[in-house]
């Protein structure tokens, strides 16, 4: 059984940092692009950021550029978003999900909430 | 970036109902477009790529359609586990956008 779960979500104040982490399980992470979607309260979804199979190139939304690392860890079957300078409006629901080519997304964890809030 | 525009935002709808979701890309994006499922509190599911690919599992009832800049998502007889939100993806350029979103909601 696929399953991607994240954890590390929670509540931080404006301009300080987090780690998501994805375990990844049933399938050959190694294989697969991965990527972070988000989703703020009662909104819609949002692309972030995705990492190649090999961790050799990654992309990002301009909101995100220069404040969030997406990393990967081929051994571990594990993926990461580092996020500093966390902003009120990177509040949302974050989730992991993986596909075989960088576009779509056929499996996706359940998601970790991510609340910037003083 | 892409813009993707979804209509209505909201759909309300009977079982057995034929249902069509509008999207629509601020330029060409060719057949470079995904629709993902998603129901309240739980992650999107793939449903078509590439405009008119249906991924593996997904039932027949669901097509997609369309290039350029004009797409749709056809559900042939809506089913009670289709009541959900729908979302369209473009992955023409980066950053990969979504539309807004359409809700199906029942009548």
Known sequence: ?118 | DIQMTQSPSTLSASVGDRVTISCRASQSISSWLAWYQQKPGKAPKLLIYQSSSLESGVPSRFSGSGSGTEFTLTISSLQPDDFATYYCQQYNNYPLTFGGGTKVEIK
């Open chain 1, 1 to 118: 059984e696929v399953q991607l779960v994240e954890s590390g979500g929670g509540l931080v104040q404006p301009g300080e940092s987090l780690r998501l982490s994805c375990a990844a399980s049933g399938f050959t992470f190694s294989t697969y692009w991965m990527t972070w979607v988000r989703q703020a309260p009662g909104k819609g979804l949002e692309w972030v950021a995705n990492i190649k199979q090999d961790g050799g190139e990654t992309y990002y939304v301009d909101s995100v550029k220069g404040r969030f690392t997406i990393s990967r860890d081929n051994a571990k079957n594990s993926l990461y978003v580092q996020m500093n300078s966390l902003r009120a409006e990177d509040t949302a629901v974050y989730y992991c999900a993986g596909g075989q080519s960088a576009w779509t997304s056929v499996y996706w964890g359940q998601g970790t909430l991510v609340t910037v809030s003083s």
